[in-house]
Every structure is written in structure tokens, then in C-alpha cells.
């Protein structure tokens, strides 16, 4: 799951192979759901139930109920090149976190990133396309408080026309971004583009 710099300064997501499918010929593989237009951001979307964000904390694991995600979270840097870390690609559990960005919970935009597939199958993010506005993401952190998310979109975005700004940028809200690989694939190039979750803070416990 390579990814770049975004414009906005911040990390942006670019292309995943996808092992898996290109390990199968993608013939017999069934691939990741893709999210529908109708749970993309609009001028309309609303944040409802917003609370006031959380004092930073690193984050331990992030669960998705209605998706079946309950994994660890590592800390992910940036690469010589400026590119983001990705999780080790023989961990199909674990996801990461951009640990020299907003931690989850506190104002800002957080990002957590995950692989889709992994060389014998679907990996931790495989499923995060069928997510639906108002879905509860938790985020286990290490002050002992769990941060709960509600997602009010959903998208998916080719590589070479990722909406940087939108998906990174500042907000004056505590927002989460999860992100995996998606979006068309070809078997020689694996996919060309990112899913991604917007979501805001609504709770903690």
C-alpha cells in the first residue's frame, strides 16, 4: 500500500497491489466491496452528535462492529521518500496509525491505514467499503478512554485525482480518516485508487 505526500503537506494515500487478487489471476477472487455515491460527502453533510474533542493520547486498536474489526494499531512514520509506513505486509490483522499526525480524538484530522488483502486473503480493511453513514468506529487509545466515531461518508478515490485536501486537511472537529486500497484494479498494476471513511467523534468511555 504505497503511499505520498499530499498537497496539502499531510499523507496521502496512492495505489495497493493487491496481492492477493494478482496472486489468484483475480479470476476466482472475489473482490473488496466499493462504497455507493450516495455515501459520499456533500455540501450537505452534517456532523451530528459531535462532542468537544479529547486531550491526545497514541491509539492501541481500532474495532468496526458492523464490519467485524477489532485489530492493534502500530505507529507508522514516513519513509526516506516522504511516503507513509505501511503495516507489515504479513500482519493481515494490524492496521497503523500516523503517529506524527492528531492522534484520534483530539482536534484534527487523524489517519489509520490498513492493507486490503494480503497474499492467502482478505486482510483487516477488506470490508471497509460496504460501511455506511452513521456506522460506530471505537478507537482504543493508551489514557485508558476508548474514542467513538460516527462515519458521515464514505468514497472512493483514483490515485491520480485523490482529493488531498479534503480527506487531510484541518478541521476545528476531532475526525478520523480510515483508509485502504480500492477502487478499479488490473492484475498487472494491482488498484488504483483509496476507500475512505470520514467520521466524526460522537462519544467516549
Known sequence: MPERRGRAGLVAVAACLGVWLIGSGSGGAVRPPLPSPAEALSAQTL???SIDPLPGSPPLRIRIPSI???????????DRDGSLEVPPPARRDLAGWY?????PGATGTAVIAGHVDHAS??????HLGALHR?????????DGRTAVFTVHAVEVHDADAFPDRRVYGPSPRAELRVITCGGSFS???GYQGNVVVFAHLTGAY
Open 47 to 49: 456532523y451530528p452528535g
Open 121 to 126: 486473503g482478505p486482510a483487516v480493511f477488506y
Open 68 to 78: 467485524r474489526v477489532d485489530a492493534p494499531l502500530a505507529g507508522l512514520g514516513l
Open 99 to 103: 503517529r506524527d499526525g492528531t492522534t
Open 187 to 189: 492484475p498487472r498494476t
Open 134 to 142: 452513521g456506522a460506530r468506529v471505537e478507537v482504543v487509545r493508551a
